[in-house]
């Protein structure tokens, strides 16, 4: 597993697996999974976007970010997060 860092140091940010899950766009995830979702389906939901956020953080460290569009769920994954939310992680992984 590739370490990603916080970007202030070389403390590495913990593996996706310790992380909270990502709060995700209520009016995306009703589009998704219908007014009232399972709360089942919105954590699988919430681990993947967190999957597609933690990829995409590995590549930035990486320098080398694929010029594609990363899809959860046929969506793009700022769909699902709040603009504080991506500004974050940008500003996280420089």
Do not use: N
């Not at 995830?29 to 999957?51: K, M, N, Q, W, Y």
């Not at 930035?60 to 899809?71: D, F, K, N, T, Y």
């Amino acid at each position: 597993m590739i370490p990603v860092t916080t970007g202030d140091g070389d403390d590495p940010a913990p593996p996706a697996s310790a992380r909270p899950l990502p709060d995700i766009d209520p009016v995306t995830a009703r589009e998704v999974l219908g007014p009232d979702p399972d709360l089942h389906d919105l954590a699988i939901l919430r681990f993947d976007v967190l999957a597609a956020v933690v990829a995409l953080e590995r590549e930035i460290q990486a320098g080398a970010v694929e010029p594609r569009l990363r899809l959860v769920r046929g969506r793009p994954l700022a769909d699902w997060l709040s603009l504080e939310k991506v500004a974050y992680i940008l500003r996280r992984t420089r």
